[in-house]
């Protein structure tokens, strides 16, 4: 009766410690669902072509458009966020991984722009490029980012703390699709991508956060406009560089 008695108060301790132990144990990862809107700003960057027009004539070339400017647009997109627990409560900076899709627009209006190179046959320099029609890039980017946090007022039930600020880089693959107005061409490129990010989150309750957030993205898209009557090997290659503002939502469990 008496080894009873003392055993009886053991195991009532050992079975409540078994769902705290399981509990620690599913708080090795956290994870999160995102959706993000705002605008994306693009910068004033460069196209390539190895055949143009110049003083005398449509011939090749290795030239080079320079101060491009593309319209400003939307940007919207969502991330699925995994952070790595520490097994203890820490205010070290935490570590996770982030698979990100963004999605914006990237036009380009008619204009004239200082151009660079010489024509292979003439030898004439090429001077300044005259774009005559809209060019509309339809942008999608799926990218795997590599993310840093500092977790502020962290506690055992939060762990992630009540807000962070984070840092990110990583990349991707950026989808180009291409509307010529002038002649109905569409064509679509792929193109490695990089970028890098930093924000904010906040929680409103123990799962529900919003954020803040800067992102810069960049790739570099390569069409030929085959079935236009040009020459076979003929390419233009636009940077597509961009920085991102936006705010979203984002569920923890």
């Known amino acids: 009766m008496r080894r009873a008695l003392i055993c009886a108060p053991l195991l009532a301790a050992l079975l409540t410690a078994l769902p705290l132990n399981e509990a620690q144990a599913e708080r090795k990862w956290e994870f999160s669902f995102g959706a993000f809107g705002g605008r994306a700003y693009h910068a004033n960057t460069t196209a390539r072509f190895n055949y143009a027009i110049t003083p005398a004539g449509f011939e090749p070339v ?6 491009l400017n593309f319209d400003n647009s939307d940007s919207f997109g969502a991330k699925l966020t995994a952070w790595y627990l520490p097994r203890r409560l820490s205010w070290q900076p935490q570590i996770g991984v982030e698979l990100d899709w963004t999605s914006f627009t990237a036009d380009l209006q008619p204009q004239t722009v ?3 190179g010489v024509g292979k046959m003439s030898g004439l320099p090429l001077g300044a490029m005259t774009f005559g029609s809209t060019s509309e890039f339809a942008v999608n980017q799926l990218a795997v980012n590599l993310l840093f946090r500092y977790p502020i007022w962290a506690t055992t039930d939060m762990p992630q703390g009540r807000w962070y600020p984070y840092v990110g880089i990583g990349g991707g693959v950026q ?5 010529e107005s002038s002649t109905g061409h569409r064509e679509t490129s792929y193109s490695p991508a990089f970028q890098g990010l ?3 989150k906040i929680f409103l309750v123990k799962n529900l956060a919003v954020f803040g957030e800067f992102k810069w993205t960049q790739a570099w898209h390569s069409f030929n406009f085959a079935g236009l ?7 233009e290659r636009y940077t597509i560089a961009t920085g991102h503002v936006v705010g979203g939502v984002a569920l923890h469990f």
């Not at 989808?175 to 509307?179: E, I, V």
């Not at 009557?229 to 390419?235: E, Q």
Request: proline fraction near 8%.
């Open 62 to 67: 290795d030239a080079k458009a320079i101060g």
């Open 229 to 235: 009557g040009l020459p076979s090997d003929y390419k």
């Open 175 to 179: 989808r180009a699709r291409l509307t």
């Open 114 to 116: 200082p151009g660079e």
């Open 198 to 200: 930093v924000g904010a």
